[in-house]
């Protein structure tokens, strides 16, 4: 064998990390070290890093490939992950010796840590789940692939303009980025449009045959996922579509030169941008694509792998791999794993449709009707005319049989359960799809599931109740404690020793800490600590100045009417009304933080950022209210802003109308960095209230009953307005010219509240909210006590770590072992 010459140093030392560093920035970037770019030392200290994890990544993918374990591909259309450097050196361990390192050649990593650009592409809590995900599945040791889009453009920058929301493109990877590694060799063919014929294969049986298709190529990008203390590191591979040259060329060779070029700009479209929507489901034919895209190219990357690394039967496959569908987003997957084993691999359709429900499962992550993906018929046929000939079968057999024979001649079971939605004209119901098409649909918090079962999916959950089972949400606690707020991960390792940073329940450790005195005065200097540091960013950013000893009230999260940040903005103008008729009234200063992007075609959501802001500019400068109310709205919420206001929050804001948030994970990471949560009996939040006790949480509002209750009796704001004088005086000024000079400027807000029913409830909680922002207040002015309870968060939240939500898929859904990477 050839002599292979050893690498150059990849140790841990001081010496070999400033020896990396340096020689990335003379060889890789071509830099003088005195004279490099502050970007090019953040590039040379990431490829450093990289060099180090890189290794690891090929050990893991050889050993998972050769132990022959199943592997869990999960497929999202959006991964949230924020920065990479900070999270990966404290995850690996790097962190120590890269710091000095760096201070060693004048170089300051947390500066260098702050010009990362965040990787923003996701919307909201779905994207962010994957990247928590993928963090505890390399942390956990188990063999995992996330699949996903390489979005040229991510989530849009939000800017404030007059107080209304204004989008710009997020060009997060104009200057390439030194996490992602292109994959060319892996890349993958994928065909649309066109139509369907017949083949004979070679015993004379009749096959389809989907011909005439336009044909787009998938270019994967690997991104190295750290974990925290294991030597597993798995990849993120994310595809980009690129054009079919040689095919556009040939079908254009008569045209001209420029006009094929033409057609590869359009190709390049389908990875171009994310859909900014989280809510509401627009039909889109380019989303479509982008869908069947991503799936086609991460199947066939799978099965490719399945075929090469072993000679096993097909129905092997479902004991080699796992497919967890993160929402029904990447649904389509159902139909084209049938295609391959159907009309490419020649397998009858019993045994297909077999291996498909062992092999796929899907998490449900809203009950919201209107974000319940349906595609017209019309548009699936154009786009995919095979994959709806196959839902069109899957259908006829699960109708004909299991519905048949559950509900004999019964036309309207049928209907409901139908996999094409027929109430005028013909959708694809994605959601039904993917809980036929599998062998486990989760919800994300107990009560979420419990509502599936009961609301969304009645009769499936009759016909398979096995099939229903709840994983509730968790976050890591790498980045959003060890990371984000290091001081408090110290003073906790330093109390129980670092058992937990694994193990998340061993933070139980610090209930009995709660009642030292000693301990409280040191918590609360780090919350101080934090609240400084976001004091200043709120400078900046809003030019308000707020005072640390105000108590820091927060609201982060999409901008959406059933989170009601509307109901927050009654509350403050109700107290901004209190402070001027009472001006001695003994409230504790309060500063409300509100970050939240609209989508951009959503029109009431923005209405309510402009209110909350010209609120915001009245109250900030209003003379006579003083230090005693702030409300500031930071402009672009993201992963990095957040992990600037959550160590530094008191409390948490999560009142979503009761049976409307299908978990939230805000909620787990505020919580965790010891703010009290304010919340409806939503979501995570009882099990966040079971888990801390309702002695340390405010919990208000109507139940899930209890709305339900009120609707069917006839929910009519007017009474609440009529009989409430305070809530009345807040929605009348609201609708004056007070804030802005022009009263119509939120009339579209006044009228969601009266004139269009106020669908969310806010007018019947609103007593209620004021009630418990008063317990609030009067809790924070005994801060012994509060501080108490801030612990007791702490202590208690360790069950909504990711690690432990990824184990329950790990034991219940995918049944995958760990495998220790030496
Ligand atoms: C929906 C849609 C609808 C069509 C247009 C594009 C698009 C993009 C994303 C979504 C996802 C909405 C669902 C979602 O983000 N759900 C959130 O999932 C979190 C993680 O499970 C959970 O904590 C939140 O409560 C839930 O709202």
Redesign the pocket.
């Known amino acids: 064998t050839p002599m292979t010459p050893a690498p150059c140093d990849l140790g841990n030392s001081t010496e070999a990390i400033k020896s990396s560093i340096v020689n990335h920035v003379r060889f890789t970037l071509g830099a003088y070290v005195d004279s490099a770019s502050p970007n090019d030392w953040w590039v040379a200290t990431c490829l450093a890093v990289r060099d180090r994890v890189m290794d690891s990544a090929t050990k893991s993918r050889t050993l998972h490939r050769k132990s022959g374990v199943r592997r869990i591909h999960y497929l999202s259309?959006?991964y949230l992950m924020g920065r990479l450097l900070e999270n990966n050196l404290r995850n690996s361990g790097l962190y120590d010796s890269v710091k000095q390192a760096l201070s060693e050649m004048g170089k300051d990593l947390d500066a260098l840590l702050q010009s990362e650009p965040d990787m923003g592409l996701g919307?909201?809590?779905?994207?962010r789940?994957a990247a928590c995900f993928m963090d505890s599945l390399s942390t956990m040791n188990l063999p995992a692939i996330g699949y996903g889009i390489h979005y040229e453009f991510g989530l849009f920058r939000q800017e404030f303009v007059n107080g209304r929301q204004v989008e710009h493109p997020d060009a997060w990877m104009r200057d390439g980025s030194p996490w992602k590694i292109a994959r060319p060799s892996y890349r993958q063919r994928v065909q649309l449009y066109g139509r369907v014929t017949q083949r004979f294969d070679e015993n004379g049986n009749p096959h389809a045959q989907w011909v005439d298709t336009k044909c787009l190529l998938g270019l994967p990008w690997d991104i190295p996922i750290v974990g925290y203390d294991s030597h597993t590191v798995n990849v993120l591979r994310l595809w980009q579509a690129q054009a079919d040259e040689d095919f556009n060329f040939k079908i254009f060779n008569e045209g001209s030169y420029i006009e094929a070029l033409r057609e590869k700009a359009i190709a390049e479209t389908v990875s171009k941008v994310l859909?900014p929507?989280?809510?509401?489901?627009?039909g889109k034919e380019l989303?479509l694509v982008q869908q069947y895209f991503f799936v086609a190219c991460s199947l066939a990357d799978i099965v490719r792998r399945f075929k090469n690394g072993y000679s096993l039967p097909w129905s092997e496959f479902p004991s080699k791999a796992a497919i967890q569908l993160n929402?029904t987003?990447p649904a389509v997957a159902i139909p084209e794993l049938m295609r391959i084993l159907l009309d490419e691999e020649n397998l009858d359709w019993g045994s297909a449709w077999k291996i498909c429900q062992e092999t796929f499962s899907y998490?449900n992550?809203?009950l919201l009707p209107e974000?319940l993906?349906m595609w017209s018929v019309g548009l699936f046929e154009r786009v995919l005319p095979r994959h709806l000939q196959i839902i069109y079968r899957i259908n006829a057999q699960f109708l004909d049989g299991p519905v048949e024979a559950r509900w004999p001649g019964d036309a309207a079971k049928k209907r409901v359960l139908s996999l094409i939605d027929e109430r005028g004209g013909k959708y694809v119901r994605m959601a039904h799809m993917s809980v036929l098409g599998g062998h486990a649909t989760n919800g994300?918090a107990a009560l979420h599931t419990r509502l599936l079962c009961e609301r969304l999916f009645p009769e499936f959950h009759e016909l398979f109740p096995e099939r229903f089972v709840n994983i509730t949400?968790g976050v890591t606690f790498r980045r959003w404690l060890d990371v984000c707020n290091p001081q408090l991960s110290s003073l906790i390792t330093e109390t129980i020793g670092e058992g937990w940073k694994k193990d998340a329940s061993k933070l139980r450790g610090l209930d009995a800490s709660a009642d030292d005195a000693g301990f409280r005065d040191r918590y609360r200097a780090i919350k101080r600590h934090h609240k400084v540091v976001l004091a200043k960013i709120i400078q900046d950013s809003c030019g308000v100045c707020v005072s640390p000893d105000a108590l820091f009230d927060v609201q982060i999260k999409r901008l959406h009417e059933y989170k009601r940040q509307h109901l927050n903005l009654l509350n403050i103008v109700t107290l901004y009304r209190q402070i001027l008729n009472n001006p001695k009234a003994d409230f504790h200063p309060r500063v409300f933080i509100f970050g939240a992007k609209a989508a951009p075609g959503y029109f009431l959501a923005k209405n309510i950022i402009h209110a909350i802001n010209s609120l915001a500019n009245k109250v900030n400068n209003d003379p006579r209210v003083g230090d005693k109310l702030k409300v500031v709205f930071l402009p672009n919420y993201g992963v990095s802003l957040a992990e600037k206001i959550i160590p530094a929050a008191d409390l948490s804001e999560q009142i979503s109308t009761a049976g409307k948030?299908?978990?939230?994970?805000g909620n787990m990471k505020l919580a965790l960095n010891g703010a009290l949560t304010i919340g409806t009996l939503d979501?995570?939040n009882v099990e966040i209230a079971e888990e801390v006790g309702d002695d340390n949480i405010f919990i208000f509002g109507l139940t899930v009953e209890q709305v339900t209750d009120l609707k069917a009796r006839g929910y009519n704001p007017w009474e609440y307005y009529w009989n409430n004088e305070a809530l009345r005086d807040t929605i009348d000024w609201i609708g004056s010219d007070y804030f802005t000079g022009h009263a119509h400027d939120f009339k579209p807000l006044r009228d969601s509240f009266l004139e269009h029913g106020d669908p969310y409830l806010c007018l019947a909680d609103y007593q209620m909210y004021v009630d418990a922002q008063a317990k609030v207040d009067a809790a924070y002015k005994q801060p012994e006590l509060w501080t108490k309870m801030a612990v007791l968060n702490t202590a208690r939240v360790g069950f909504f770590s990711s690690d432990r939500t990824i184990q329950d898929y790990a034991d219940k859904v995918w049944k995958l072992p760990q495998v220790a990477v030496p």
């Not at 919307?123 to 994207?127: F, I, P, T």
């Not at 929507?277 to 627009?282: G, I, L, W």
């Not at 948030?661 to 994970?665: H, I, L, N, W």
């Open positions: 259309l959006e919307n909201g809590g779905l994207g789940l859909y929507n989280d809510a509401t489901e627009s989303r929402d987003h998490t992550h809203t974000a993906e994300v949400n948030e299908a978990s939230g994970t979501g995570a």
